[in-house]
C-alpha cells in the first residue's frame, strides 16, 4: 500500500511550483506590451478613461502590491474579476473548462485506441510492408497543421456528408459526443503518431525480449506473448510521453477550440492574453497548472500499478 | 416563428451596456435593450424609441420627452425614473466607459409624470439627440438593477427591447427568447435568437452551407462570390459607415510635408486594394465621412494614382529613399493583405515600407506612442451624427487627432463649433469646409469603404443590418 | 541408458550473413537424452550451448538463422519439421526452458502466481481456482516458504536466488518431460547456487524429468550429471558418461578445461603453498592501505518521503590493514558489502563513520589530498567489464585519456605507451581501435585491467573481475594477475564470491558476512580450517570437480 | 559524435540505404530540400513577392504548377524559397532548445541536489503553463518576427531536452564506467561532457528530429493565432496560415505548402530513425 504514499506527499512538493507559475505569469502578462483598459475601450479611449478603468482594477498600483493582492485574493480562493467579462475569474473559468477537459480526454482515450493497434500492426510485422505503412501515415499525420486538418474533417464529414455537426458543443451527453468526435479526431490523428512511435518501439522491444522468448519457450501463442506480456510492459515508457503530451495538450487546445468554436478555456486564454485580461491569464495559468499536475500525479499512480517495481 | 441561429466571432463580453465598448456586445444590446431614440434602417434617420416624442426648449439646452406605454420584460412599466436612471449612469458610473460622451447632460429627472423625462444640457450639443440612440444608452430597469447590483443584472438582464436573455453560455453563445412585454411584441415573429460564437472564419461559413446555422456574419471578402453560387444561401450586402484608412504620423521627419503626405496618397492605388483585398466588394473612400452617412461630401477630392508624379513630388520635397515604418495589426487577415499590397505599391514611388506586424493591443500603444509611421485602422460609427468620430479624428482632442498628430486650429475650431450649431444646414456646410480642408492637408488618406456582407440561409427573411451595424431581428422572419 | 525421450541426429544450424554467404552455428550436432538422465553440456562461450538448446524448441534467437539440416526426434515426431502449431504444445508442454537470467526472463509487470497460473491453463486446462492451488503446490515444491502470501508477489521483490526458483516454478507449470536449464547458477553466490542444484535434482526425483544442464562450470557437471557432452565451435567434441570423461578426457580442449578448473591445484599454487607467505604486519612493515572502522550506509528506498523503511548498513566498522605487495581476497555472499567496501575505500561512495588511509596519508585529516593520492597511486578493475567500460570509446582512446589526466607520460610517448599496456593485458594492438561493444566479456576484461595499470598504481583492487567469464579466460585473468604481481610489486585487493579462485589467488582471506568482517587469515590456513561457521559453510557449498566429493545439500541450507 | 565513429560506419551505411528503401527516400528528402533552399534563386520560376494582379487565384497550370495566391504571386516559388525559411526554422528553432536543454540536463543530473531541485522545479513550472501560450506571450513580449519566435522556443523548448539528457546522465553517472572516470582522477566537467553526455544524447537526437517538425508547426499555429512571421516573407506555415480563406475556392494555396511541410517531417523522421540506429539507441 505504502508504494502510493506519494500522493500525499506529493503537493507539499508542488507548492514551490505553483508559487513558481504564480511569479511567471504575473510578471510575464505584465510585460506583454499594451495596456487592458485601452483595449477596453478601444479607438475611443480617452486619457481620463483609462486611467479611471485603470484606477478601478487596481491596475495603478504598484506591481509588488498587486502581486500581493493576488496571492492574497489566491489564499482566498478568488482570482479576481476578469477586465473584459466583468465577472470573478473562477467562475469565469469554471464555465469554460469542461468543453476543454473533455475534448483533451475524448482525445487522449481517441489517441490510445488508434495508437494502439496501428503499433501492435507495425511492431508485429516489424520491418515488413505493414510496418512502413504504419510509419508512413503516422508522419503524415504529425505533419499536417491542425487547423487545416480539421477543416478538411469539417468538409468532408460535415458539410459533405452530413455526418457530424460542423461546430460547436453540445447540451446533451450525445450532442456534446457527436460534437466532439471531429475535434478529438483531428487532435488524436497528430497525438497517435508520438504515442504510435514510441509504442511501437516500445513493443518491437518487447517481442525480442527475453520475457516474451520465455512465453513462448513456455508454448504461448504469439497473440498471448503478445498481449499479455508484451504490451503491458510496453506501457510504462508510453504512459509518461501521454502525460507530458496531455500536459502540452490542455491550454494548447486553442487552435483547434477556435476551428471547431468549442467554448473552451483555449480561446478564453488566448482572448484574455490578447486583451491583456491580466486577472484572466493567471486565473486560467493558475489553473492549468494544477490540472496539469494533477495529470502527472494520475500518470505516476497508473506507471505505479502498471509497474510494480516503480517506487516514488 | 422559430429560433434565427446566428454566428459571429466572438461572444458577448457583458450585458452591462455601459460597461463596453465593443461591437460585439453593441449589436446584441439593440436585441435586448430598447433606447429612447432610435437610428432607422437608412441609418440616417432617428425615429422613436422608448420616447414616444419629444420637444427641445427654444435655448435648446432642455429636452422633454414623452415616453411610451411600455414593459420591461419582468413586467413592471419604463418610467422616466429608469431612463433618466439609465442616462445619469452612462454618465457617472465609475465603470462607465462613455462618461465622456454624455458629460453634456447636466440633470435629468422626472418630469410632471412617470411618462415624462426631462433632460438638461450644460452647453448647446448637436448629437445630443443621436447620441441617445446609442445602445450604451440602452434603458435599465432602476428597480431591478439596484435590488439585483450591476453584476448580477449584467448577467441576467431585465430586459426593454424585444428579446429577453434567456441563457448564457458564456464563450459560446447568447440564447434570447421573444420578450412578450415588448412594445412592439407583436412586430417580432421570432421565437427566439441564438448568438454563436463560431471563431474561424471558414468553420461559420461551413456551418450555414451545412444548414447547422441560419446566418453568419463577416463573410470574408474571399468567399462571397463562392456562397453566391450555393442557391440555398443568401448573400446580403448592407452598407455601412465602416471606412479603412491609412494614419500618417505627421511628426516624422518628411512626413510632416504635405506634399510627402500628398506623395505617398498619389503612389497607393486604392481600386487595387479593392480589386484585390475586398474582391471588387469595397468602394474607393474619398472623404473620412463615409459615404451614404450623414454629411458625406460625394464630390470630395480624389487623388489620382500616380507612382511616377509621386516620386517626383517625393523628390522635390527632398524626401527621396523614404524609409517608412508600417504598423500592421496581427492577426487581422484584410490588414495584413493591404500590408503586403501596399508595400509593393509604395515601393514603385521609390518608398520603402518595413512591415512590423504586431498584436492589436500592441500597436495601439505604439500609436499613441508615435511609434510608427503608417498604419492601417478602420473606424464604423456608433452614432449616425459625424461628431463622435470627426471630434476624435479631425477635434485634437486629447487622442492627437487618431494619433496622427495632425494640427490644423481652423479644422479644429470647426469642429467645435459644428458640435453646438444647431441648424442642420449650416451644420452640413461646416462638415463639407471640414472635410476638404483635412482632405487638402491630407490628414490621413482614405482607402476604401465596405459593406457589412453576411450570408443567410434562404428561408431566411429580412435579415438586414443598418449602417450603424444594429440588426432588426424584430422583423426577420425564419420560414 | 534407457531408450531415449530425445533424440538429435545432424543437426545443423546456419546464419544468414549480410553479404549472402552463411555461417554454420551449429555442424551436425548429434545427441540423446534419456529418460530421467540429467546431461551436462559444457563449453566455452560462444560454443553454442545456448543456440543448440534453444534450436531443440525452435526459437532461434535471430529471423536469419535456419536448421540447415538434421532430425530432433520427441518420440515419433520430428521437431525440425513440426508445424509452428504443433510447436505450441511441445514447447512448455513437453520441453520446458530455465533461463540463465531470471531477472529479464519473467515478466516483471505480472505476479509470480499468475505467470504460474498462465502456464497451468494452457497446458493442463485447469479452471482458475484448481490453477491457483496448482501454483501454489509449484511455489511450494521450489521452495517458497509460505506459497499463499508469494502468490501475488512481483519478482522485482525476490532474491536473485527466489527468481531463479520462481524461474523452475514457471517452467514446471506446464508439466514438460524434459527439462532445459540454460546455466541457471551463473549468476548467483555459491550457496545459493548449491540450493538451486539441490532443487534440480529433487524435482528430477520427484518427477522423473529428463534435464540438459548447461554450464561452464565443471564442478556443477561433476556434482549433478549423469553423462557430460562437451562443445566447441559448434561442434560436439566429446561425449560420455561423466565419470569416464572427467577421468580420461580424450579431446585436448576437455583437458584444458578440466586443467583450468580452479578446484584443481594449480602449479603456481603449490609454490605458494610451500612456502607460507611471512606474516607481514609480525614484520612490522608500514600497511599501504589501512581501514578504520569504516561504516557505510545506504537509504533505504521509501525514505525520500520521511524514512519508513530502514536504511541498510551495508559496511558495518570494518577494519583491516593491507601490507605492501600483498594479495588479500575478501570473500562473502552476494551482498555482503564486498563492492561497496571497495568502493568506500577508493573515495566513490562517501562513508558514514570512520577513517582510511594510504600510505600514511589520512582521509580524516586531509581528505583532498588523500583523495589525490587514491586517483593516482590507486585503480579499481570493475566487476562488470562491458558497464565499466565507455561505450562509445575506443580503447586505445580511453587508456591514452588516463594517461594524459594522469600526467606521467610525456604526450609524445603516449601512444607507444599504450601499445606496451595492450601487450601487457596480451590485447593485441589493434585493439586500440575497437570499442567495447565488438568486444567479448574476456577482452573488455582485460581493456578493464589494462586501463588500471595505465595509472600506474601501487594497489589495485579487482572487484569480482573474473564471475562474468568462463573458466578458461577466467584462468587466463588469473595468470595475467599473477605475473603483473610479480613484474610491478602491485598490492592487489582482490574480491569475489567463488572462494576457488580466492584460494588460488591469494595470501590472505577475509570473509564478510552482512557488512561485516567474520574472519580474516592466510588463505592456506583459512581454506583448510575455517574457524566460523559461515565460512565452513561457504566452502563445503563450492562444487567440486571431483564426483566423489558429494556437494552436501545441508550446506546451502545452513548459509540461508 | 566523433569522426572515427562514422568512419567505421561508413560500410554499413550503403548496405542499410539499400536494404532499407525507407531509409534512403527519407535522406532524399532532406537532401532535396536542402537543394531546393540553397539553389531556390536559380529554380523558382517567379519572385516569391512580386504581386502580379492579373493572375490572382489562378489554379495550377504549366506556367504555374502549383497555382498562384492571392495577389498572383507564384505558389512553387513561394513553396521553394519557403524552404530557406523553414529549414531554417526547423532547425535553429531546435538547435538553441537542445544546447540549454542539454547543458541544464547534464548538470542538473550530473550534480544532483539543490542544483538539480532548482533546475526541476523550474522545467515544473514551464511544463506545467501551456505551451503555446508561453511562446505566444513570450512573442507578444519580444513582438513578432523569426528572431522572437526562436528565442520563445529556445526559452520554452529546452524542457524536453534537459528532461530527456538528465534522466539519462542521472542512470549513466552511476554506471561503473561513470565512477571508474572518478576513480580515475578524470575532473566532473571531463566526465560530464566527454563520457556521460555522449552516451546520453542520442535519445535527444531522435527527438530533435522529431521536434523540428513540432517546431515547423507551432510557426505555423501561431501564425493562425495572429502572431506569425511577417509577411511577405514565404513560410509554409504562414502560407498555409494565410490560405484559409480561400480554402475551399483557391486550395493550391495551403495544399502545397502543408504538403512541404509533411514532406519535410518524413525526411527528418526518418533521417531521426536512421540517426538513432547510428548512435545506437535501440528504436
Ligand atoms: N541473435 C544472434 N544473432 C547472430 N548470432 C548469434 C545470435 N545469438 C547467438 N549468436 C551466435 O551463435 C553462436 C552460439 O551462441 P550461444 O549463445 O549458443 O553460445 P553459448 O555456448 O551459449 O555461450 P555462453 O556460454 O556465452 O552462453 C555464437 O557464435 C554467437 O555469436
Ligand atoms: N547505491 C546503493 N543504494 C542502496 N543500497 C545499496 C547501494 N549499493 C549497495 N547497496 C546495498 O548494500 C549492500 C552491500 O552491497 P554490495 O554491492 O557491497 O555487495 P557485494 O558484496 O558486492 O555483493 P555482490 O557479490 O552481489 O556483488 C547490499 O544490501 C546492497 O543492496
Ligand atoms: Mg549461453
Ligand atoms: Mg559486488
Known amino acids: ?312 | ?479 | 541408458m534407457s531408450a531415449p525421450v530425445l533424440s538429435v541426429t545432424d543437426l545443423s544450424v546456419t546464419l544468414a550473413l549480410p553479404a549472402g554467404e552463411a555461417r554454420r552455428l551449429l555442424d551436425k550436432v548429434s545427441l540423446d537424452l534419456g529418460k530421467g538422465e540429467v546431461l551436462g553440456l559444457v563449453g566455452e562461450s560462444g560454443s553454442g550451448k545456448s543456440l543448440f538448446c534453444r534450436t531443440l524448441v525452435r526459437l532461434l534467437p535471430s529471423p536469419n538463422m535456419r536448421i540447415a539440416g538434421g532430425r530432433i526426434m520427441l518420440g515419433e515426431r520430428d521437431l525440425a519439421k513440426a508445424s509452428e502449431a504443433e510447436m505450441l504444445s511441445v514447447r512448455g508442454g513437453r520441453i520446458g526452458m530455465i533461463f540463465q537470467n531470471p531477472t529479464s526472463h519473467l515478466d516483471p509487470v505480472m505476479s509470480i502466481g499468475d505467470q504460474l497460473v498462465e502456464g497451468i491453463r494452457y497446458h493442463q486446462g485447469l479452471d482458475a481456482r484448481a490453477a491457483r492451488k496448482a501454483a501454489i503446490e509449484i511455489l511450494r515444491q521450489v521452495g517458497f516458504p509460505e506459497p499463499e502470501r508469494r502468490f501475488d508477489a512481483f519478482p522485482h521483490e525476490f532474491s536473485g536466488g527466489m527468481r531463479q526458483r520462481a524461474m523452475i516454478g514457471v517452467a514446471l507449470s506446464c508439466n514438460p518431460e524434459i527439462l532445459i536449464a540454460d546455466e541457471p547458477t551463473t549468476a548467483l553466490d555459491v550457496t545459493i547456487q548449491a540450493q538451486i542444484l539441490q532443487l534440480l535434482m529433487d524435482i528430477r526425483r520427484e518427477r522423473g524429468l529428463s534435464i540438459i544442464l548447461i554450464t561452464h562450470d565443471l564442478g556443477i557437471v561433476a556434482q549433478t550429471c549423469d553423462r557430460i557432452a562437451v562443445m566447441r565451435e559448434g561442434r560436439l567434441v566429446e561425449e560420455g558418461e561423466k565419470r569416464a570423461l572427467l577421468r580420461s578426457p580424450t579431446h585436448l580442449y576437455t583437458k584444458a578445461l578440466i586443467g583450468s578448473h580452479p578446484s584443481m591445484p594449480s602449479p603456481s599454487q603449490d609454490e605458494g603453498a610451500a612456502v607460507p607467505a611471512p606474516d607481514p604486519v609480525a614484520a612490522g612493515a608500514r600497511p599501504l592501505l589501512e581501514v578504520d572502522d569504516v561504516n557505510v550506509r545506504f537509504a533505504g528506498a521509501g525514505s525520500l518521503f520521511g524514512g519508513s523503511s530502514g536504511a541498510v548498513h551495508a559496511v558495518a566498522g570494518v577494519s583491516l590493514k593491507i601490507m605492501p605487495g600483498e594479495t588479500v581476497g575478501i570473500v562473502g555472499e552476494s551482498g555482503s558489502g564486498k563492492s561497496t567496501l571497495a568502493r568506500a575505500i577508493l573515495g566513490l561512495t562517501p562513508i558514514a563513520s570512520g577513517n582510511v588511509s594510504f600510505d600514511g596519508t589520512s582521509r580524516c585529516d586531509d581528505p583532498a589530498a588523500f583523495l589525490k593520492r587514491l586517483r593516482h597511486e590507486t585503480a579499481m578493475v570493475f566487476q562488470d567489464p562491458y558497464n565499466a567500460l565507455n561505450p562509445r570509446l575506443p580503447i586505445g582512446e580511453m587508456l591514452a585519456e588516463v594517461l594524459r589526466v594522469q600526467g606521467r607520460t610525456p604526450p609524445a610517448e603516449i601512444p607507444a605507451r599504450v601499445g606496451e599496456l595492450l601487450d601487457l593485458v596480451d590485447l593485441g594492438r589493434e585493439f586500440a581501435g575497437r570499442r567495447p561493444r565488438s568486444m567479448s566479456g574476456g577482452q573488455c576484461q582485460r581493456a578493464g585491467i589494462a586501463r588500471a595499470l595505465a595509472v600506474e598504481p601501487r594497489l589495485i583492487i579487482a572487484d569480482e573481475s573474473t564471475a562474468a567469464l568462463d573458466v578458461t579466460i577466467q584462468a587466463q585473468i588469473l595468470d595475467l594477475f599473477r605475473v603483473l604481481k610479480r613484474k610491478m610489486n602491485l598490492t592487489l585487493l582482490f574480491i569475489a564470491h567463488d572462494l576457488a579462485i580466492v584460494r588460488n589467488l591469494c595470501d590472505r582471506v577475509v570473509v564478510m558476512h552482512r557488512g561485516r568482517i567474520v574472519e580474516q587469515g592466510a588463505s592456506a590456513r583459512l581454506f583448510e580450517h575455517p574457524a566460523e561457521a559461515y565460512t565452513q559453510a561457504l566452502i563445503r557449498a563450492i562444487p567440486d570437480i571431483d564426483p566423489d566429493k558429494p556437494l552436501l545439500p545441508q550446506a546451502a541450507r545452513e548459509v540461508a | ?283
Open chain 2, 1 to 479: 416563428a422559430g429560433v434565427l441561429t446566428i454566428g459571429r466571432r466572438e461572444d458577448s463580453t457583458t450585458f452591462d451596456p455601459i460597461k463596453t465598448a465593443q461591437n460585439i456586445d453593441f449589436w446584441v444590446f439593440s436585441n435586448v435593450y430598447d433606447v429612447l431614440i432610435r437610428v432607422d434602417k437608412t441609418g440616417k434617420v432617428l425615429e422613436p424609441g422608448l420616447a414616444e416624442s419629444w420637444t427641445v426648449s427654444d435655448d435648446g439646452l432642455t429636452y422633454t420627452f414623452k415616453l411610451r406605454d411600455a414593459k420591461f420584460s419582468d413586467g413592471s412599466p419604463i418610467t422616466a425614473e429608469d431612463a433618466a436612471f439609465s442616462l445619469l449612469r452612462i454618465r457617472d458610473d465609475e465603470g462607465s466607459l462613455w462618461s465622456d460622451s454624455y458629460q453634456v447632460i447636466d440633470t435629468a429627472t422626472q418630469g410632471d409624470d412617470a411618462r415624462t423625462l426631462v433632460v438638461k444640457l450644460k452647453t448647446l450639443s448637436a448629437p445630443f439627440l443621436a447620441s441617445l440612440a446609442m445602445p450604451g444608452a440602452s434603458i435599465l430597469s432602476k428597480a431591478g438593477l439596484e435590488s439585483m447590483g450591476a453584476d448580477a443584472y449584467a448577467e441576467n438582464p431585465i430586459a426593454s427591447g424585444a428579446f429577453t436573455l434567456k441563457e448564457w453560455r458564456r464563450g459560446d453563445r447568447v440564447i434570447l427568447e421573444k420578450n412578450p412585454n415588448f412594445w412592439q411584441a407583436d412586430r417580432v415573429s421570432l421565437d427566439g435568437v441564438e448568438w454563436i460564437s463560431v471563431p474561424d472564419d471558414n468553420t461559420r461559413m461551413l456551418n450555414v452551407q451545412a444548414g447547422q446555422l441560419d446566418a453568419a456574419l463577416f463573410v470574408p471578402f474571399s468567399r462571397v462570390a463562392e456562397l453566391k453560387k450555393d442557391p440555398e444561401l443568401v448573400v446580403t450586402q448592407d452598407t455601412s459607415t465602416r471606412e479603412d484608412h491609412l494614419l500618417i504620423n505627421h511628426e516624422h521627419g518628411p512626413l510632416a510635408k504635405k506634399e510627402v503626405r500628398e506623395a505617398l496618397d498619389m503612389a497607393i492605388d486604392k481600386q487595387a486594394i479593392v480589386d484585390t483585398v475586398t474582391f471588387g466588394l469595397g468602394e474607393v473612400a474619398n472623404s473620412y465621412i463615409p459615404k451614404g452617412a450623414l454629411y458625406h461630401d460625394d464630390n470630395a477630392l480624389q487623388r489620382p494614382y500616380d507612382p511616377e508624379k509621386a516620386k517626383q513630388m517625393l523628390a522635390d520635397a527632398g524626401a527621396s529613399d523614404l524609409t517608412l515604418n508600417y504598423v500592421v495589426n496581427a492577426g487581422n487577415e484584410v490588414d495584413e493583405q493591404i500590408a503586403v499590397l501596399l508595400q509593393q505599391q509604395l515601393a514603385k514611388a521609390g518608398v520603402t515600407a518595413n512591415l512590423q506586424k504586431v498584436d492589436p493591443s500592441q500597436s495601439w500603444d505604439m500609436l499613441i506612442a508615435g511609434d510608427y509611421d503608417l498604419s492601417v485602422m478602420y473606424w464604423t460609427y456608433d452614432v449616425i451624427d459625424p461628431d463622435q468620430k470627426t471630434t476624435f479624428v479631425l477635434g485634437h482632442d486629447s487622442n492627437m487627432n487618431y494619433m496622427t498628430r495632425y494640427k490644423n486650429d481652423k479644422v479644429k475650431q470647426l469642429v467645435a463649433d459644428a458640435r453646438i450649431e444647431m441648424d442642420p444646414a449650416k451644420r452640413e456646410a461646416m462638415y463639407m469646409e471640414i472635410q476638404k480642408t483635412a482632405k487638402a492637408d491630407v490628414h490621413w488618406i482614405d482607402l476604401y469603404y465596405s459593406p457589412f456582407i453576411n450570408v443567410t440561409r434562404k428561408n431566411i427573411e429580412n435579415f438586414y443590418q443598418n449602417p450603424l451595424g444594429r440588426f432588426f431581428l424584430e422583423d426577420t422572419v425564419k420560414n
Open chain 4, 1 to 283: 559524435m566523433s569522426a572515427g565513429a562514422l568512419g567505421t560506419r561508413r560500410m554499413g551505411w550503403r548496405q542499410r540505404l539499400g536494404r532499407q528503401p525507407v531509409l534512403a527516400i527519407g535522406a532524399t528528402v532532406l537532401i532535396a530540400f536542402v537543394l531546393a533552399a540553397l539553389l531556390a534563386p536559380y529554380i523558382a520560376p517567379y519572385d516569391p513577392i512580386v504581386q502580379n494582379a492579373d493572375i490572382r487565384l489562378q489554379g495550377p497550370s504549366w506556367a504555374h504548377p502549383f497555382g498562384t495566391d492571392n495577389f498572383g504571386r507564384d505558389v512553387l516559388s513561394r513553396v521553394i524559397w519557403g524552404a530557406r525559411i523553414d529549414l531554417q526554422i526547423a532547425i535553429l528553432g531546435v538547435v538553441f532548445p537542445f544546447i540549454i536543454g542539454t547543458l541544464v540536463g547534464t548538470v542538473a543530473g550530473f550534480f544532483g541536489g539543490v542544483v538539480d531541485a532548482l533546475f526541476m522545479r523550474l522545467i515544473d513550472v514551464i511544463l506545467a503553463f501551456p505551451f503555446l501560450v508561453l511562446v505566444l506571450s513570450i512573442i507578444a513580449i519580444l513582438g513578432p518576427g523569426l528572431s522572437s519566435f526562436y528565442i520563445a522556443m529556445a526559452l520554452v523548448g529546452w524542457v524536453s531536452y534537459a528532461r530527456l539528457i538528465r534522466a539519462q546522465v542521472l542512470v549513466l553517472k552511476n554506471s561503473d564506467y561513470a565512477v571508474a572516470a572518478v576513480s580515475l582522477g578524470f575532473s566532473r566537467w571531463r566526465i560530464m561532457f566527454r563520457h556521460l553526455l555522449p552516451n546520453a544524447i542520442a535519445g535527444s537526437v531522435v527527438f530533435s528530429m522529431s521536434d523540428a517538425v513540432l517546431v515547423l508547426l507551432n510557426g505555423a499555429a501561431i501564425s493562425y493565432l495572429g502572431l506569425g512571421v511577417q509577411p511577405p516573407i514565404a513560410e509554409w506555415g504562414i502560407m498555409v496560415a494565410e490560405g484559409q480563406p480561400f480554402i475551399t475556392t483557391a486550395w493550391w494555396i495551403t495544399l502545397f505548402p502543408g504538403l512541404s511541410i509533411v514532406l519535410l517531417a518524413f525526411g527528418f523522421s526518418l533521417f531521426g530513425d536512421a540517426l538513432g540506429d547510428a548512435l545506437g539507441v535501440k528504436e
Open chain 1, 1 to 312: 500500500m505504502h508504494r502510493y504514499k506519494f500522493v500525499l506527499y506529493r503537493p507539499i512538493q508542488f507548492l514551490p511550483v505553483l508559487f513558481g507559475i504564480s511569479v511567471v505569469t504575473f510578471v510575464l502578462v505584465r510585460l506583454i506590451p499594451g495596456d487592458p483598459a485601452r483595449v477596453l475601450l478601444g479607438a475611443r479611449a480617452t486619457p481620463t478613461a483609462i486611467a479611471n478603468i485603470r484606477r478601478q482594477y487596481g491596475l495603478d498600483e504598484p506591481m509588488w502590491l498587486q502581486y500581493f493582492y493576488f496571492v492574497k485574493n489566491l489564499f482566498n480562493g478568488e482570482m479576481g474579476k476578469s477586465i473584459l467579462y466583468k465577472i470573478d475569474v473562477l467562475k469565469l473559468i469554471m464555465t469554460r473548462i469542461e468543453p476543454t477537459l473533455v475534448l483533451v480526454l475524448t482525445s487522449v482515450v481517441l489517441s490510445v485506441l488508434i495508437a494502439v493497434p496501428m503499433a501492435a500492426l507495425a511492431a508485429r510485422n516489424h520491418g515488413r510492408f505493414a510496418d512502413h505503412a504504419v510509419r508512413v501515415v503516422s508522419t503524415a499525420g504529425i505533419g499536417f497543421p491542425p487547423f487545416w486538418l480539421g477543416l478538411m474533417l469539417i468538409i468532408l464529414f460535415s458539410v459533405n456528408l452530413g455526418l457530424l455537426p460542423v461546430s460547436g458543443y453540445g447540451e446533451t451527453l450525445g450532442d456534446k459526443i457527436a460534437h466532439l468526435v471531429l475535434p478529438s479526431l483531428t487532435i488524436a490523428l497528430s497525438l497517435s503518431t508520438v504515442l504510435t512511435r514510441s509504442l511501437r518501439a516500445a513493443m518491437v522491444e518487447g517481442l525480442r525480449s527475453d520475457v516474451a522468448t520465455a512465453a513462448r519457450a513456455r508454448g504461448m501463442p504469439e497473440s498471448v506473448v503478445f498481449w499479455r506480456h508484451v504490451v503491458p510492459n510496453s506501457m510504462v515508457p508510453t504512459i509518461n510521453l501521454l502525460a507530458i503530451n496531455i500536459g502540452w495538450l490542455i491550454g494548447g487546445t486553442v487552435v483547434i477550440e477556435s476551428v471547431f468554436a468549442i467554448p473552451g478555456i483555449g480561446q478564453l486564454l488566448v482572448r484574455a492574453i490578447f486583451s491583456r485580461d491580466y486577472m484572466v491569464v493567471q486565473g486560467v495559468a493558475m489553473v492549468l497548472a494544477c490540472a496539469t499536475v494533477l495529470i502527472n500525479l494520475i500518470a505516476d499512480i497508473v506507471t505505479v500499478a502498471a509497474d510494480p517495481r516503480v517506487k516514488l
